[in-house]
Nanobody, 121 residues
Framework: QVQLVESGGGLVQAGGSLRLSCVIS????????MGWFRQAPGKERDFVAG????????RYVDSVKGRFTISRDNAKNTVYLQINSLKPEDTAVYYC??????????????WGQGTQVTVSS
C-alpha cells in the first residue's frame, strides 16, 4: 500500500515563500515520475508541476513558471515544491502523486491528505 504524506503548508502573506514536501512509502520511489497538484476552494484539482525519475526534466503549468520549483531526493523518497512570490490565487490544498508520464497530468495512486497553503493579501 503506497502512502503519500504531504507537509510544509501554512498561512503566509503575499510575496512569501514555502517549501512543500511529500514523502512516499510502499513503492520504489525512484521508479516514478512525480508531480504536484492543487485544489482551490470550489475548483477541480489541477496539475501544477512534474519531474522525471532522474530529476533531469521538469514541467510546469504557465501560471507558476518562474515562481515554483519542483525537485526530488530519491535517497529520501521525497519530492519537494519550492513556492516563491506567493499570490492569493495560489491558495489551495497541495497534493503530490506519481504521474504516468512527464508530459501527462494523469496520476497513478490514491491521494494523500494534502497540505493547505493559504496566502493572505
Amino acid at each position: 500500500q503506497v502512502q503519500l504524506v504531504e507537509s510544509g503548508g501554512g498561512l503566509v502573506q503575499a510575496g512569501g515563500s514555502l517549501r512543500l514536501s511529500c514523502v512516499i512509502s510502499g513503492r520504489t520511489f525512484s521508479n516514478y515520475v512525480m508531480g504536484w497538484f492543487r485544489q482551490a476552494p470550489g475548483k477541480e484539482r489541477d496539475f501544477v508541476a512534474g519531474i522525471n525519475r532522474s530529476a533531469g526534466t521538469t514541467r510546469y503549468v504557465d501560471s507558476v513558471k518562474g515562481r515554483f520549483t519542483i525537485s526530488r531526493d530519491n535517497a529520501k523518497n521525497t519530492v519537494y515544491l519550492q513556492i516563491n512570490s506567493l499570490k492569493p490565487e495560489d491558495t489551495a490544498v497541495y497534493y503530490c502523486n506519481a504521474l504516468t508520464y512527464i508530459d501527462r497530468d494523469t496520476k497513478l495512486w490514491d491521494w494523500g491528505q494534502g497540505t493547505q497553503v493559504t496566502v493572505s493579501s
